[in-house]
């Protein structure tokens, strides 16, 4: 629950609440209030929790899973607007104050039809010419941030092309890598009630505007030991800032040594992320459907993924799920699920 209104009304309906609220019921303002003022100290207060855990032995950090979640925002994904549709607006609307003021401009000479007040109006299109300027300003500084990601992405490729071409003497294959485009696209959206939040794909199909929640939890306890909320639509990219959190967590709370995840985080730099901070990736590869099973992660690097994984699992179990040291099955990817649609959800 994280409405300030909710937890007021809470007060007065929940016994819980009423309980931590000491029988008292504080008006949603004061609540708002109170978060802002001292969101810093309440944030050190989950920390303590965790302290707290660990000292009476129900927080283990050794294996953490990450997850994701759409959590909606307080506004409709029909209020977003875009790039395009504001630039055609702005049109019309400029239009519209130009016959308003040669309305204005004659209204000494001609008769002025009943029930058009002309400087209501006026001002009404200004104001709102205002705020699409700004609307589309917004637009365009996200754009000039995408065209400086999406330029650095685009310079390391073509250095790793040509740092492949020195090396083989070989020009690689495929096309160059196209560059980015530069400018807003006529797509490109802005929510006018919450500008913050992004349309995004949810649960069950369809697309509603959302913030991205994820959070690291203690697999033992299911304790929260990160959490973030993002604007970016999948999580793939929201690994490595999860580990720089979990860093920062005390010394007394332990280690983290295997991040468990699912396929939308799988990628060879995450892989590369989790290693270098010491931690053993879980994270299941994509499956691709073929002639020999259900499923085959056929890339070098998930064959490689693979095989770290094993071996992570069991420097941690101290085995392979019981197996013997000869056994070949060891050289299995034990931690990876696969799905069969003809016999539902089955393990290595």
């Given at each position: 629950?994280?409405?300030?209104?909710?937890?007021?009304?809470?007060?007065h309906d929940s016994v819980a609440f009423r309980f931590i609220a000491a029988n008292d019921h504080p008006d949603h303002d004061t609540i708002a209030t109170f978060?802002?003022?001292f969101l810093p100290g309440i944030e050190a207060l989950f920390v303590k929790v965790l302290l707290l855990a660990r000292e009476m032995g129900v927080l283990s950090l050794g294996t953490a899973v990450l997850d994701g979640t759409k959590i909606h925002a307080n506004a409709s994904r029909h209020s977003a607007l875009s790039y395009e549709h504001a630039g055609k607006i702005e049109a019309l609307l400029k239009a519209d104050v130009a016959d308003l003021l040669a309305r204005a401009e004659a209204a000494d000479q001609t008769a002025v039809p009943d029930g058009m007040p002309i400087p209501a109006e006026l001002a009404r299109g200004e104001g709102r010419l205002e705020k699409l300027a700004a609307a589309r300003a917004k637009i365009e500084a996200r754009a000039r941030e995408r065209f400086a990601r999406d330029l650095a992405g685009h310079e390391a490729k073509r250095a790793a092309r040509a740092a492949k071409t020195a090396v083989t003497s070989k020009k690689p294959g495929g096309k160059p890598p196209p560059p980015p485009a530069e400018g807003p696209?006529?797509?490109?959206?802005?929510?006018?009630t919450d500008e913050e939040s992004r349309i995004m794909p949810v649960a069950g199909g369809g697309f509603e505007q959302c913030y991205n929640a994820q959070a690291a939890v203690a697999a033992d306890s299911l304790l929260v030991i990160a959490a973030n909320v993002v604007q970016a639509p999948n999580g793939k990219q929201q690994i490595e800032p999860m580990l720089n959190d979990?860093?920062?967590?005390?010394?007394?709370l332990g280690k983290v040594n295997t991040l468990l995840a699912d396929t939308g985080y799988f990628s060879a730099a995450n892989v590369a992320a989790c290693e270098a901070a010491g931690i053993g990736?879980?994270?299941?590869p994509r499956l691709r459907k073929g002639k020999d099973g259900p499923a085959a992660a056929s890339s070098a690097v998930e064959r490689a993924f693979r095989s770290r994984s094993v071996a992570a699992g069991e420097a941690n179990t101290g085995g392979s799920h019981g197996a013997p040291a000869e056994d070949p099955r060891r050289q299995e990817p034990l931690c990876v699920t696969q799905t069969d649609s003809r016999a539902g959800v089955w393990h290595h």
């Open positions: 629950m994280f409405s300030s209104r909710k937890l007021e009304r809470a007060t978060r802002r003022r696209l006529p797509a490109d959206q802005i929510n006018l979990i860093d920062t967590l005390p010394d007394e990736p879980l994270i299941a």
